[in-house]
Nanobody, 119 residues
């Protein structure tokens, strides 16, 4: 199994910054992708950003130019630097990792961390 521990959420004013971290432990022999999703009240969970082991990065259009995802493969940790935050960025942010096990991809989710941006 894989355990994910997230940290870094909180309350910030519009225009401010936050940095989220997600550390994976357990059976992390072959992590394929690490990423962040978010879910605002009444909305579906959506992809924010993802990064593969090889460094391929994908961002949601709504965060391009403001958010930066990075990872430390040696520490099995993924980070999300969020700048120029807007009230519409308010959501619970979830870390997700995809681990190859028995030749199949398996998804693991963190418990979520609240990000609240005040206007």
């Amino acid at each position: 199994q894989v355990q994910l521990v997230e940290s870094g959420g909180g309350l910030v004013q519009a225009g401010g910054s936050l940095r989220l971290s997600c550390a994976a432990s357990g059976s992390c022999f072959r992590i394929l992708v690490m990423g962040w999703y978010r879910q605002a009240p009444g909305k579906q969970r959506e992809l924010v950003a993802s990064i593969t082991t090889g460094g391929t990065i994908n961002y949601a259009d709504s965060v391009k130019g403001r958010y930066t995802i990075s990872r430390d493969n040696a520490k099995n940790t993924v980070y999300l630097q969020m700048n120029s935050l807007k009230p519409e960025d308010t959501a619970v942010y979830y870390c997700k990792v995809v681990v190859l096990r028995n030749f199949l991809p398996n998804d693991y989710w963190g418990q979520g961390t609240q990000v609240t941006v005040s206007s």
